[in-house]
């Protein structure tokens, strides 16, 4: 794994190892695919909380789901840019006890067809999310 550094001239750079770690040109993140399963918050995939922000999610049929991991797991701030690639609802659900703003408690959020859902841990007890405007041909 690279190792980097933070200088005052060049911003993130890789410092040791192979790979790209140079963030200067543009933000890189790490991707995980996953597929859709179950129709509730118990049952539904688990995103994991390191294996990358951008998340390709398969196999959404209009009830299955993802869950995001528990907000006590992850540090304020940290994002993750749930991608449904199918022609078919998703059901993005909150770890148990946490939330997305404005819904309740274990409450999801259903992503459009072919859409994106961004989530971001706004502090210790909620999410906020976007789901930015569908690209049309």
Known sequence: MPKVQITNTKGLVQSTGSGVA?????????????????????????????????????????????????LAD???????????TVAQTLEVYPASGDKFLPAADNAPITVAASAMLICVAADADQWVGAEPAAVVA
């Open 22 to 70: 140079d963030l200067r040109s543009g933000l890189s993140l790490g991707v995980q695919s996953i597929a859709a399963a179950g129709s509730s918050q118990g049952t539904a995939t688990g995103i994991d909380a390191v294996s990358g922000g951008l998340v390709l999610v398969s196999a959404s049929d209009g009830t299955k789901g993802v869950r995001l991991p528990a």
């Open 74 to 84: 992850v540090p304020t701030g940290t994002t993750f840019l749930v991608m449904n």
